[in-house]
């Protein structure tokens, strides 16, 4: 049996790049084609990706991984597929990794608009304090309508990783539509797993950074010392041991966050580790378990997505899903699927979202969210000054 062709390469910039890369502080892997074999509907994630590496034995790719993205809704079809022969020892991007040429723009949109968001945060306050909801989050996304050339992914994604060495640098051509991928630079690990043990890292609660170290520091200090943040954090740590004790032996779970940072944000920061009872256990059964996590959905996670699906005015996607790859052993990793875009011929959309809870402030939590922007549109070389009154 033979391969079946890679995914079809249309005419025009974003072919530039391989169909999947991958950057993270252990591993850089690429992938020159992508082979999306035909698997039964209604698959777990777990059984979907093994079925998937079954066929690439099948075809005479032992060594194959899974690579792809999940969305946030589990009842939405995954974006998964296999890389025959992955590169493994795929050489880490290096300075300048600028782009080419300006990115030339013909208008940029915040849906829902800054005011909108605030309302719907407004309500979702009103929610939580009535009883329905602990926390949700909200998103919106920036459009931006290009008038010119798409950025180059190749040279998008090098400056990315090179930014944020300690975070997730990812680029996926989506399977099914070739003339749409998704990049961003996670720094929120969702799961990593090597053999038996498991390794998370997950994220609630954000300042944005500032130039002047005094300042900057004392934001952070503001933040590890939120009343409102850690409270929100913690709720996330308690949603996620529970989801994953029935699958360790052994669970460690800090009692106290600590503060990390990227080029542009604060962040709360809970490492875990555990070990696996069933070393044989997939890296995506354990993904399973766990996403949408509260730092993407809330608390409880069903009155959550539920509550997002009536007020946001867009479909998520992929976008606060989850983006990585799971080789033949089992073992891989997986980012939330954050500080991302969606890169098209004739448009970029980017998403942010913030956590809210019953203090939550409308106009913090959409002033989050423009900071959460900056990530994307710095890699773009874009000022976020530009867009005006959109964030």
């Known amino acids: 049996m033979s391969l079946a062709a890679p995914l079809p390469t249309p005419a025009h910039p974003l072919t530039d790049a391989s169909p999947f890369r991958w950057h993270s502080p252990e591993v850089s892997l690429s992938a020159g084609e992508l082979w999306t074999p ?27 991984c899974v690579v792809g993205a999940l969305p946030f809704h589990p009842d939405e079809p995954a974006a998964l597929a296999v890389a025959p022969t992955p590169d493994r020892a795929a050489p880490r991007p290096q300075p300048p990794g600028a782009l080419s040429q300006p990115l030339l723009l013909r208008d940029g949109q915040s849906v829902p608009s800054a005011a909108e968001f605030e309302t719907m945060v407004e309500r979702a306050v009103q929610a939580i304090r009535a009883g329905a909801l602990e926390k949700v989050v909200l998103g919106r996304l920036l ?59 997950p994220m609630a609660g954000t300042r944005a950074r500032h130039p002047d170290p005094r300042t900057d520091g004392a934001l952070a200090a503001d933040l590890l010392g939120s009343a409102k943040d850690r409270a929100e954090h913690a709720v996330m740590v308690e949603a ?13 779970v800090p009692d106290r966050p600590n503060v990390t940072s990227t080029a542009t944000l604060w962040h709360l920061v809970t490492p875990i580790t555990a070990e696996l009872r069933d070393p044989a256990c997939s890296v995506l ?50 980012a939330v699927t954050i500080r991302c875009a969606e890169i098209g011929a004739q448009a970029v959309r980017l998403f942010a979202g913030a956590g809210v809870v019953g203090d939550s402030v409308p106009a913090l939590e959409r002033a989050e969210t423009a900071a959460k922007f900056r990530t994307m549109l710095d890699a773009l070389g874009l000022d976020a000054r530009t867009l005006g009154g959109a964030l």
């Open 240 to 252: 996620i041991r529970s989801a994953l004790a029935p699958l360790c032996r052994t669970l460690d």
């Open 285 to 334: 059964d354990v993904v399973e378990r766990l996403h949408p996590t509260p730092a993407v959905g809330g608390v409880p996670g069903a009155a959550a997505r539920a509550f997002i699906r009536e007020h946001e005015p867009f479909a998520r996607g992929l976008f606060a899903g989850a983006v990585g790859w799971c080789d033949a052993r089992g073992d891989g990793e997986w």
């Open 38 to 64: 035909p698997v039964p509907a209604g698959l777990s994630t777990g059984d979907h990706g093994r079925a998937l590496l079954r066929a690439a034995r099948q075809a005479g790719a032992p060594d194959a």
């Open 143 to 201: 459009h931006l309508d290009l008038g010119g050339p798409p950025p180059c992914v190749t040279a998008l994604v090098d400056r990315l990783a090179v930014r944020h060495p300690a975070g997730f640098t990812f680029a996926l051509r989506l399977p099914g539509r070739p003339d749409r991928t998704l990049v961003g630079a996670s720094p929120e690990l969702l799961v990593c797993k090597c053999g038996a043990t498991v390794t998370l890292r």
